[in-house]
């Protein structure tokens, strides 16, 4: 049974910082590429960043581009988020995605 677990999110105060962690089972992360979304209220879900197979290669929205890095642990098959500079426009529920596959999401709150 394939699951995706996301955690690590929660309030941080603006220009604070978190790391969100994706943990996958029932398959194994290296063979895919792993990305992370999110979707605010009201609004439509944002592919927020790709991390591809082999070399790694990323790519991320524009509107996180330099403040968001994405990284993954094939050994551990995890997948993580870590966000700098967070702004209140980031306060979504961030998921974590394999190619067919969809997490239950995390709050992040960012909020003085």
């Known amino acids: 049974q394939v699951q995706l677990v996301e955690s690590g999110g929660g309030l941080v105060q603006p220009g604070g910082s978190l790391r969100l962690s994706c943990a996958a089972s029932?398959?194994?992360?290296?063979?895919?590429?792993m990305s992370w979304s999110r979707q605010a209220p009201g609004k439509e879900r944002e592919l927020v960043a790709t991390?591809?197979?082999?070399?790694?290669?990323?790519n991320y929205a524009d509107s996180v581009k330099g403040r968001f890095t994405i990284s993954r642990d094939d050994d551990k098959n995890m997948v993580y988020l870590q966000m700098y500079s967070l702004k209140p426009e980031d306060t979504a529920v961030y998921y974590c995605?394999?190619?067919?596959?969809w997490g239950q999401g995390t709050q992040v709150t960012v909020s003085s």
């Open positions: 995605k394999s190619p067919n596959y």
């Open positions: 991390i591809g197979t082999n070399l790694g290669i990323t």
């Open positions: 029932g398959f194994t992360t290296s063979r895919y590429a």
